[in-house]
């Protein structure tokens, strides 16, 4: 089959590979039909370029048709329309019971210290082939797979895998109060669709970034937008809006290659100059992150609000603001979304009306030869691109 495929720093290409096979009785595969191109993807061709193969099929975010089923299989069958969650998640275990399904006790990675598997995300989590492919093995076949209605574009449910779930976590752990004022920091594809959630359920919402089309994205939805992502612009509006307190919660949808920390963005590229094996040793005790939006979040709420980071971050001494955070009294909370948490708030958004605006939240639908193209596009903002779908 064809599939996306890792070769180096910014270097990925389509190529063709082994066709994936049943291997458990518990396995399904599926025929992906779209696949989106994630920020998190955008981490992997870069920074944590260290920890990954060539050769990784790269993806998270798939939906297809169920096309082999193995013996024990009964939840779903051939034929079946489903979307495949980024986390690979048993959803029997004592985590998966508690809606910790990022921290799945089946598919830890405990050998490197890491949480739950990850489809198509390196070896910290589990360096398992992605659904940037025309086909995908899913474990759990009776567990893990949504499924859902045959009939609207696949736009319609894409988002479940990944886009919907980190955005519904983000606005659930951000916690503002009714009446309050969530600040989010980037609109990418996550930060785009917290604020698209975050009205649905009626909070008044501010987002920051600079790219012409994204902030164009949001007013037109009716998201007050500041254009900057400089601290002290970002800072300094959001407490006029305030009543100079700052935001009640502040939601940093950027993560570790935020614009604006020169310093930390310079020892990310000397990571390049290192082999990568001990690269990858040096990242897991010293690594930093640019921590830009992180700094802006932790000034831009108000004191005793929260922070909720979905962005991802990967340093292991990061020079965070103790202190600062302390006395302003933040709650802080993060992590990898539990997709499964959110699903059954989130799919009666998606079958009666469109409400969050999915149908048209794609930018670019390609086809997955296409993939290195729409890559950089998406990576250097071109040509308008904030969500590619590729379809194979
Ligand atoms: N927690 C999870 O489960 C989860 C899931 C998916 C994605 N993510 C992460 O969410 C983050 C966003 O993903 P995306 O797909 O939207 O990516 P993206 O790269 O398209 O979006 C990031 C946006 O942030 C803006 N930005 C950069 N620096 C900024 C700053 N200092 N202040 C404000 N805005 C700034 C950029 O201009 C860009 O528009 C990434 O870190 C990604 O890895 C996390
Ligand atoms: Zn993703
Ligand atoms: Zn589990």
């Not at 595969?29 to 191109?37: A, F, H, K, N, P």
């Not at 993806?59 to 013996?71: A, D, L, Q, T």
């Not at 390196?122 to 398992?128: A, D, E, M, P, R």
């Not at 990576?379 to 590619?388: F, L, N, Q, W, Y």
Request: charged share 20%.
């Amino acid at each position: 089959m064809r599939a996306v495929t890792w070769h180096g720093r910014a270097d990925v290409q389509v190529d063709t590979v082994p066709d994936p096979t049943l291997q458990e009785d518990t396995d399904v595969v599926v025929e992906i039909t779209s696949s989106g191109i994630c920020g998190s993807d955008l981490h992997l061709i870069e920074v944590m370029a260290p920890f990954m193969t060539k050769g990784d099929v790269m993806g998270h975010e798939p939906m297809g048709v169920v096309r082999e089923v193995g013996s024990a299989v009964t939840a779903v069958k051939p034929g079946d329309r489903v979307v495949v969650p980024f986390n690979i998640s048993c959803g029997t275990c004592w985590m998966c019971s508690q809606g910790l399904q990022s921290q799945c006790e089946t598919t830890q990675n405990r050998e490197q210290g890491f949480g739950a598997s990850l489809f198509g995300y390196t070896k910290l989590y589990g360096q398992v082939p992605g659904g940037q492919a025309e086909y995908l093995r899913v474990p759990f076949g009776n567990t893990l797979p949504i499924k859902v209605p045959d009939g609207p574009s696949d736009d319609r449910f894409v988002y479940l895998s990944d886009v919907l779930p980190t955005s519904w976590q983000a606005v659930q752990y951000a916690a503002t109060p009714p009446g309050g004022t969530l600040l989010v920091l980037g609109l990418g594809p996550i930060g785009d669709m917290c604020t698209r959630i975050a009205a649905h359920l009626g909070l008044r919402v501010v987002a920051s970034d600079v790219v012409p089309e994204r902030l164009a994205r949001a007013t037109a939805r009716g998201t007050e937008v500041i254009a900057s992502t400089d601290q002290d612009d970002v800072v300094g509006e959001i407490r006029e809006k305030t009543d100079g307190r700052g935001a009640d919660a502040v939601i940093d949808a950027v993560g570790m290659e935020a614009h604006g920390s020169p310093g930390a963005q310079l020892a990310q590229k000397a990571t390049a100059i290192l082999p990568d094996a001990l690269m990858a040793q040096v990242m897991k005790v010293a690594g930093i992150d640019r921590l830009a939006a992180f700094n802006t979040a932790i000034e831009a709420v108000r004191r005793g609000g929260t922070v909720s980071l979905s962005g991802v971050y990967g340093g292991a001494t990061d020079p965070v603001p103790l202190m600062r955070m302390f006395d302003k009294q933040i709650q802080l909370r993060m992590g990898q979304a539990n997709v499964w948490r959110w699903v059954p708030d989130i799919l009666p958004l998606l079958v009666d009306g469109d409400p969050l605006g999915v149908d048209d939240f794609a930018t670019h639908r390609v086809p997955l030869e296409q993939a290195p193209q729409a890559y950089a596009d998406f990576r250097e903002k071109k040509d308008g691109a904030v969500k590619v779908l590729l379809q194979p």
